[in-house]
């Protein structure tokens, strides 16, 4: 893009924003400058009126206005995020997929997941244009800030393993973010993301963790693809150290529900192989 027309679209946005805000109601900004203050990154509109001691229709009135000068935005129905400077205007889960989604499931057991988690955890190239929760149940909303949402419901028992904070909302480890694609890889668009992001974690994953957490959730299955794609694809260190958690008594797919003819048998795993070992290689950049 030409400097010269990229500097006036700047200058036509501030412009822009400039005017908006001086639309803005002055409790919308001294609000907006107590909510900062304060480090408060999410609210409900509950908290707004009581706050205020406004009516409902006067709330929601102000709280419109602000989220179209980008000062918040509405992540769902009565849960809404404050907008960081330098990205106003931006969606919040474009912003932080940890901000809305920690607003949008405050309350409810949860952690980002699957493609989402891979990705927050540096382990795809490109992002993802939905976002992908696995929680205890399921919330009525089915976006957030425009985001396609998809809701993975896990029991209690099992929605905390390899769990851990991630700014206003909770993420899938390493470990465990790898062990949910094996077990589900059509979720996140096939086995071909799952190599990439093994591959990618692989140097900075733990055999004795990934094994624990399997046994933990009784994946066995899972185990088995990254033990298979751990030793076909030559992925140091867990080439050789990853072990069945139970003993192996039938074949199974390594992209379970494509009905795609096998290519490839890995005997040792007794994993069946939809896709070459050189093909999985050329996605993984080995």
């Not at 990229?6 to 946005?13: D, G």
């Not at 309350?107 to 997941?113: L, N, P, T």
């Not at 185990?223 to 030793?231: D, N």
Request: glycine share 8%.
């Amino acid at each position: 893009m030409d400097f010269t027309l990229h500097s006036c679209k700047i200058i036509s946005n501030s412009l822009d924003s400039f005017i908006m805000y001086r639309c803005l109601p002055q409790q919308g900004l001294a609000l907006a400058n107590e909510l900062v203050a304060e480090g408060c990154t999410t609210f409900t509109f509950g908290e707004v009126e009581k706050r205020l001691g406004k009516s409902k229709t006067a709330t929601a009135n102000l709280l419109k206005r602000m989220e179209n000068v980008g000062l918040v935005d509405r992540v769902r129905r009565g849960h809404y995020v404050v907008r960081q400077l330098g990205v106003l205007g931006t969606p919040a889960a474009a912003e932080s997929v940890a901000l809305s989604v920690g607003a949008a499931l405050d309350g409810v057991s949860h952690r980002i997941a699957y493609r989402s988690a891979l990705y927050e955890n540096d382990l795809l190239v490109h992002p993802t244009r939905s976002i992908q929760v696995a929680a205890v149940r399921r919330i009525r909303t089915r976006s957030l800030s425009d985001w396609p949402l998809q809701v993975v419901i896990e029991s209690p028992e099992k929605i905390g393993v390899g769990r851990m904070p991630w700014g206003a909302s909770h993420i899938s480890d390493r470990h465990r973010a790898v062990l949910d694609v094996a077990r589900r890889p059509r979720l996140v668009g096939g086995i071909e993301v799952l190599a990439e992001a093994f591959a990618a974690a692989a140097y900075e994953l733990d055999a004795e963790i990934l094994m624990d957490y399997a046994r933990r959730l009784g994946w066995s299955a899972a185990l088995r693809r990254l033990g298979s794609l751990a030793g076909a694809l030559a992925l140091e260190p867990l080439q050789g150290f990853l072990l069945p958690i139970r003993p192996i008594t039938a074949d199974l797919d390594l992209e379970p529900g494509t009905g795609e003819p096998t290519v490839w048998r890995d005997s040792r795993w007794r994993v069946r192989w939809q896709r070459s070992v050189d093909e999985l290689l050329a996605v993984t950049g080995h």
